[in-house]
Nanobody, 117 residues
Framework: QVQLVESGGGLVQAGGSLRLSCAASGITFRINSMGWYRQAPGKQRESVATISSSGATNYADSVKGRFTITRDNAKNTVYLQMNSLKPEDTALYYC???????????WGQGTQVTVSS
């Protein structure tokens, strides 16, 4: 079955950096688009960054210039490098894969990012 496992979250001071990883298994990774989403307490889940199978990227305005999404197809892994973190970046971060053939979305379990001021 398809599994997405996130890692790399934690507690960091404002201005610091974290790198999230999402390892996929049970599906052909390289043809599928990937994305990072986040959900803060009391708020709706929002898109943070996406990357297509060809490597095209898209970012939320709130993270442009600070976050970078990349993928390593050889490792079936997508990354989110987060720099200059702000307290408002605090959220549960989720990885999402969209299957190329069925358009089914698969989600990871989430990893917590907490930024202290």
């Amino acid at each position: 079955q398809v599994q997405l496992v996130e890692s790399g979250g934690g507690l960091v001071q404002a201005g610091g950096s974290l790198r999230l990883s999402c390892a996929a298994s049970g599906i052909t990774f390289r043809i599928n688009s990937m994305g990072w989403y986040r959900q803060a307490p009391g708020k709706q889940r929002e898109s943070v960054a996406t990357i297509s199978s060809s490597g095209a990227t898209n970012y939320a305005d709130s993270v442009k210039g600070r976050f970078t999404i990349t993928r390593d197809n050889a490792k079936n892994t997508v990354y989110l490098q987060m720099n200059s973190l702000k307290p408002e970046d605090t959220a549960l971060y989720y990885c999402k894969m969209t299957d190329y053939y069925s358009a089914t979305n698969y989600w990871g379990q989430g990893t917590q990012v907490t930024v202290s001021s």
